[in-house]
């Protein structure tokens, strides 16, 4: 069931669990407020159906039991504000009763200070349960958490339904996922193999075109005869990257793997950046970025896509000398005619930094959540509401 069809609101307890687990610098700045702003319609929707209307998120991984002001989501309250035009108390010690009227918006200190909210208590979930007459979850980048906010007080509250971005992301991943326009290319970078096997593997038996880039790239490089120097890679993750070649093989398309890269001496922003044919890098070189003539041949694979799938730079793109290859796959994928989806926390500031938002098909506002809905995984947020409908 959705917010929108889950029954007259007026004057009722609405709790939302959003997504409001954006980064944040040094000072506690929010450097990225994708996700606040992408929760923003669910909440005007109970606002404007008359509710009274309390929201919570998780806001990175804190010890439970306690709340360090590095856990606060007193950041969030003032973007949050600032988004609804309108006054966002932030309440701290909320479990046993919470005071708001129609109308009005509160935010609950952030819920994974709770004691039972990672282990998905069904005791902590019926303390959460008293506190509201419907609960929304429209937190799709914490949907493959099981915790009992998102879990168990599904299960426990008197209505519960989807908000409007769960529902979104829902249905445009899932169309893309379902009915692909072929050919279908997915692209993975970022720097470890094994933090994205198993994505690697489930595209693999999806995708026509499997490109690679980041340090996955430097891995499957090695996997293919080729030195890298000193660039980062997973040497115990080569049979890996060979065995998901094998299974692009076997589907009649190779894994393009770099004719040419960029290599510094040194990881800085500074450094010499030299181009460099893949088969001549030297043993003290670290590879940065893909090199133009490897970005132009992917160019040309994503310009013939039907449907694109972007997870990950190809390069140290915050670095500007070696952001070249992520700004011309960004370029590709803005220029190509076929639906593209994108999703994680350094593909959304890739996206924003070479300005494509408007280019791109749909932008997931999750990370771990984005790749496992796209390997197939039952998403237990998902689930416990299927469960309830
Ligand atoms: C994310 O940032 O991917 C989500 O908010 C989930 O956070 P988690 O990985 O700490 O559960």
Same mark, same amino acid.
């Given at each position: ?5 889950? %029954? &007259?609101?007026? /004057? ?6 959003? #997504?409001? /687990? ?9 450097? &990225? #407020? ?29 010890? &439970? ?19 609804? %035009? ?27 200070? /709770? ?144 004719? #040419? ?62 952001? /070249? ?12 005619? %076929? ?51």
């Amino acid at each position: 069931a959705q917010l929108a069809d889950s %029954g &007259e609101l007026k /004057n009722k307890r609405v709790f939302i669990r959003a #997504d409001l /687990n954006v980064p944040l610098d040094d000072q506690g700045r929010i450097t &990225e #407020d994708t996700r606040i702003r992408a929760s923003v319609p669910g909440i005007k929707l109970a606002l404007d159906a008359g509710a009274a209307v309390m929201i919570t998120s998780h806001l990175g991984r804190p010890t &439970e039991g306690e709340l360090k002001p590095e856990d606060s989501l007193a950041p969030v309250a003032v973007r949050l504000q600032e988004l609804l %035009g309108q006054p966002v108390r932030l309440l701290t010690n909320w479990l046993d009763g919470v005071d708001v009227s129609a109308g009005e918006v509160v935010l609950l200190e952030n819920c994974r200070c /709770n004691v039972g909210e990672k282990k998905d208590s069904t005791e902590l979930a019926q303390k959460m349960a008293k506190l509201c007459d419907v609960y929304v979850n429209d937190a799709f980048g914490t949907a493959h958490r099981a915790e009992a906010t998102t879990h168990a007080l599904a299960l426990q509250a008197p209505v519960a339904c989807a908000g409007p971005l769960l529902a979104a992301e829902l249905e445009a991943l899932g169309k893309a996922l379902r009915e692909p326009k072929r050919p279908m290319v997915a692209i993975v970078g970022g720097s470890k193999v094994s933090t994205k096997l198993s994505i690697l593997q489930a595209l693999a038996q999806k995708v026509d075109q499997l490109i690679v880039g980041g340090g996955i790239a430097n891995t499957f490089m090695l996997a293919a005869g080729l030195s890298i120097g000193k660039s980062l890679a997973e040497a115990d993750q080569v049979g890996q990257a060979r065995s998901v070649i094998e299974m692009m093989q076997a589907r009649g398309a190779a894994v393009p793997i770099p004719v #040419d890269v960029v290599v510094a001496t040194a990881f800085s922003a500074s450094a010499q950046a030299q181009v460099k044919a893949a088969d001549a890098v030297q043993p003290d070189d670290l590879i940065l970025d893909i090199g133009p003539k490897t970005t132009e041949q992917l160019a040309e694979i994503l310009a013939k896509a039907g449907t694109i799938v972007w997870n990950g730079p190809v390069g140290v793109f915050e670095f500007d000398a070696f952001a /070249n290859g992520t700004k011309g796959v960004a370029r590709a994928i803005a220029d190509s005619d %076929g639906f593209s989806i994108a999703g994680g926390g350094d593909t959304l500031a890739a996206i924003a930094k070479f300005g494509i938002s408007n280019q791109v098909g749909y932008i997931s506002t999750g990370g771990g959540a984005f790749l496992e809905f796209l390997e197939g995984k039952t998403l237990p947020a998902v689930a416990a509401l299927e469960q309830r409908a």
